[in-house]
């Protein structure tokens, strides 16, 4: 004691030194038992980790014959699917000789052009192939456009029976065998395409029937990229614009005035009873019947409709651009088997 009292500095450094090693050593204790719960935690995780990467995974049974399952139904029903276009899947694209194609090509003109009839065709009309007409195609290029051509006949002929009043302009997108090249598929592509553009004019109508033929035609399958209709006029109907019936001179002057008639409110001339003789038939004899007026049927709703709108409308016409591709289904791939 008479040392601390001797040297109080030196004791109460020494003290302090004390207190706080005490504290330190405390400190660490706690932190030490956490860390290392907190490693132990880390490798038990980490093991898990690496043993379930390291493991292969092992379904259900239920689960795994579910899922075989439902693979099967998807492969078989994309069998089915798959043969539903075999017919549109060339089996072999067969080349010919340049003049063969050629006179095969000017024998589908004039069909098509015979069955146009009297529809106003485009200048040098020749199926879009209009650069073939003095020059002949090349040798490894000819079956390639002997697919395109045969497609493109269809939707021509297609087209003559809907009866356009004019073929305005046709236009058929060159392939790459024509300048040498080659088809490269992509590795997901199902089918080639042939595009080709037409543009016509006619009625509402011949539009409907071209639209259904392109859909309804078995030979080719055509998908419609753009369509595009225009009105012959730009600005709708007028009142002015309609043409209603007139009535001649004389069906006007018998016409009454009276919209009832002018015998409306006339009473008819009472007819004289029949005597009694006459109102007994003689035995034997019929009555003879009396023939009822024949009336003419109202005309019905549509009709009358259709009527008014065509004495409004005029007869205008529509110009049609349609854009459409030949797909030509590529050989079909094998389904892995689950």
């Not at 015979?114 to 073939?132: I, R, V």
């Not at 009873?273 to 005309?299: H, K, N, Q, R, Y």
Request: proline letters at 8%.
């Amino acid at each position: 004691m008479n040392w601390i009292k001797s040297n109080p500095f030196v004791s109460g450094l020494a003290g302090i030194t004390i207190l706080l090693c005490g504290i330190l050593f405390f400190l660490a204790s706690k932190w030490g038992t956490q860390y290392g719960e907190a490693k132990t935690g880390f490798d038990d995780a980490y093991l898990g980790v690496t043993t379930a990467e390291s493991t292969a995974l092992y379904p259900t049974a239920d689960l795994r014959d579910g899922k075989i399952k439902a693979l099967t139904e998807h492969r078989n029903a994309l069998g089915d699917l798959t043969k539903l276009f075999e017919k549109y899947r060339p089996e072999k694209t067969e080349n010919i000789t340049p003049q063969a194609f050629t006179d095969r090509l000017l024998t589908a003109n004039e069909q098509v052009t015979k069955a146009f009839g009297e529809t106003a065709l485009p200048e040098n009309f020749f199926l879009g192939f209009e650069s073939y007409r003095d020059q002949l195609a090349k040798p490894d290029a000819t079956g390639t456009l002997l697919h395109q051509m045969d497609g493109i006949k269809a939707a021509l002929m297609g087209l003559a029976e809907a009866r356009p009043s004019a073929l305005l302009k046709i236009l058929r997108v060159a392939v790459p065998e024509e300048t040498g090249g080659n088809f490269q598929p992509a590795p997901n592509d199902m089918a080639r395409f042939f595009s080709c553009e037409v543009t016509f004019k006619g009625t509402e109508q011949s539009a409907k029937d071209f639209l259904n033929s392109l859909g309804a035609t078995d030979s080719h399958y055509f998908v419609i990229r753009t369509l595009s209709i225009k009105n012959e006029r730009e600005t709708p109907p007028q009142v002015s614009d309609a043409k209603f019936e007139t009535i001649a001179p004389e069906e006007a002057a018998v016409a009454p005035a009276n919209p009832f008639g002018e015998a409306f409110f006339e009473q008819p001339d009472a007819a004289p009873l029949p005597t009694p003789e006459e109102s007994v038939a003689p035995a034997g004899d019929a009555a003879p019947e009396a023939a009822a007026p024949e009336t003419p049927a109202p005309p019905s709703a549509a009709q009358d409709t259709a009527r008014i709108l065509m004495q409004v409308l005029g007869n205008e016409e529509l110009t049609v651009f349609v854009r459409f591709d030949i797909a030509i289904f590529l050989p079909s791939k094998e389904l892995p088997k689950p």
